[in-house]
């Protein structure tokens, strides 16, 4: 069976110098890949390039049989891609209900909202705030909400633990897995916490100073005191 | 009493005229963070086009639908064929293009149809009705309350109640997250554009012919009056830009009504100079409490 995400030889950055070099992996419907490595490795920008935000100077990309080289940003969210941005990407002159709309605004008809709120309760009960009434878990949520309600086959995810509580990652990484197991839903996971993102992924992948250095499963990662060692510094 | 009463209605029927005009440059602020200084020159020429087709075809209303239509086109025609192109590294430079925009249609309009004033018929009389001794109320007042009204209420409805709404404003805000949720964002920045271009028409349509006539500069008073009354409101509200062309036309009634004529634009500037002072981001602004927030 052919992989929902394979890139190959991605090589991208801002300017003069890439960021990232020669990365290739694979994400498989139904899988949580998580990718891991400290401040500047270059896994925002993986994310940013595979949705299109910065273009590939090299290599490849294909979503579901299809070559993305060229497909513009508005269009990724058609084919089933969802990116979640670091800093969360709540639009804060919005109300928590407008953010969420705008999630399924491309599909027609326009999807019920109702799961989304059965997800998050939260953000049930403040339907109406705007969004920068709200705090940074609850932000967080509708950022992960606003993306299920495009009904996505691949979400990319940056950072959802940033500056949150511990009991609120928590939560958020059980219910990407429920979703996992539930939908079939692909996540790749760029992360700070890599025992939390570890700890509901499939597969781990490290990156330093733009390169993948190592990928393994995610048990092996966390059980061989080797690879914790070398890699992941705990 | 009988004064002021005349003088307050006379400011509200100008100020309707600033409001539409201000909430146009609003309109634009917001998508763009450009302040458009070409929305006057670009309203007198639709209503250049407009007046053409009415003496063409002998219909006002014919004329007027044209005015707006042309103001639809060009205001996409100049976002997507110029202000597209503007590097907005320095806020300046839009600023700059907008200006230079403003020569080249005063200067086309001038060629084509000459730089002397001609006559703009109104399509409702503009005499007063006689309200206990008063003429307070024209016709054609009640047609400009009427027409920028309508024009409130339904960019109102459009904004927040339809999903192309909500694009605009999502783009508007956050357009690179907007754009990872599929919106078109290039495309509702076009839209805005258009919109706010037809808006300016209309305001235009309805001033000119209260005014000397059509000139090709016959907005540039109009417009700074308008100006100030969208940073009066706060350039990134269109509730306080409407309210800022009341303000703005009443007190240019009260002050040429009391004073004489010759000191209102003076008084119109004093207005900006006082708000920028005092409180730049306008009287009814909310972002200065969001920022904090």
């Known amino acids: 069976m052919s992989a929902l995400l394979e890139v190959e030889g991605l090589t991208a950055g801002y300017g003069a110098a890439p960021v990232l070099h020669d ?29 299109g935000l910065l273009p590939a100077e090299k290599g490849r990309v294909v979503f579901d049989g299809q070559d993305l080289r060229g ?27 407008e953010n969420l709309r705008l ?132 | 009493m009988d004064r002021f009463l005349f003088l307050t209605f006379d400011g509200l029927s100008r100020g309707a005229v600033y409001a539409a005009f201000a909430l146009a440059l609003v309109l634009i602020w917001r998508a763009a963070r450009i302040v458009n200084f070409a929305q006057g020159a670009m309203a007198v020429a639709t209503a250049y086009v407009a007046y053409s087709v009415a003496d063409a075809t002998g219909s006002y209303w014919l004329g007027f639908i044209v005015a707006l239509v042309a103001g639809l086109l060009l205001g996409a025609g100049v976002e997507r064929v110029v202000m597209r192109f503007v590097d907005h590294s320095s806020p300046l430079n839009g600023v700059v293009v907008a200006l230079g925009l403003v020569l080249i249609i005063q200067g086309v309009l001038g060629m084509v149809y000459g730089n002397e ?26 047609f400009v309350f009427g ?9 109102t409805l459009l904004f927040t109640r339809t999903p192309t709404g909500l694009r605009m404003r999502a783009a508007a805000f956050a357009p690179d997250v907007s754009r990872l949720l599929g919106v078109p964002v ?36 109009v417009f700074i009056s308008a100006f100030t009354a969208a940073v009066v409101g706060g350039l990134d509200s269109p509730i306080g830009s409407v309210l800022g062309g009341l303000i703005v036309g009443l007190l240019l009634s009260y002050i040429s ?22 409180r730049p981001d306008g009287l009814f602004s909310r972002s200065a409490k969001a920022r904090t927030a």
């Open chain 2, 257 to 278: 009504g009391y004073l004489g004529a010759t000191v209102a634009p003076m008084a119109v500037l004093a207005l900006l100079v006082v708000v920028l002072l005092g």
């Open chain 1, 103 to 234: 999630g399924g605004l491309w599909r027609k008809p326009q999807p019920s909202l109702a799961p989304i709120y059965e997800l998050f309760p939260r953000l049930a009960e403040r339907k109406g705030h705007l969004g920068h009434q709200l705090s940074g878990g609850e932000r967080q949520m509708l950022a992960i909400g606003r993306a299920l309600a495009a009904q996505p086959r691949l979400l990319l995810l940056d950072e959802p633990s940033l500056g949150l509580a511990p009991k609120i990652t928590a939560q958020i990484m059980t219910l990407l897995r429920d979703l996992r197991d539930r939908t079939g839903l692909a996540v790749l996971l760029v992360e700070q916490n890599v025992r939390s993102a570890l700890s509901i992924a499939d597969q781990g992948i490290v990156l330093s100073l733009g390169r993948i250095v190592t990928r393994h499963d995610a048990a092996t990662l966390v059980d061989d005191a080797d690879l914790r060692h070398a890699y992941l510094g705990f």
């Open chain 2, 186 to 221: 290039g495309g509702m920045l076009t839209l805005g554009w258009a919109l706010a271009a037809a808006v300016g028409s209309l305001a235009g349509m309805l001033v000119i012919p209260t005014e000397l006539g059509l000139h090709p500069t016959a907005m540039d008073i």
């Open chain 2, 147 to 155: 027409a920028v009204g309508a024009v409130v209420v339904l960019l």
């Open chain 1, 23 to 51: 990365v290739s992996l694979t994400v498989q419907a139904g899988q949580i890949v998580a990718v891991l490595g400290a401040n500047g490795a270059g896994k925002s920008t993986l994310l940013r390039t595979l949705s």
């Open chain 2, 117 to 142: 004033f001609r006559p703009a018929t109104a399509p409702f009389s503009r005499d007063g009705f006689d309200v206990g001794g008063i003429a307070l109320l024209s016709n054609y007042d009640l």
């Open chain 1, 71 to 97: 497909i513009k940003v508005e269009r990724m969210v058609h084919l089933g891609i969802a990116h979640v941005p670091e800093g969360r990407g709540v639009v804060t002159e919005l109300t928590v209900d």
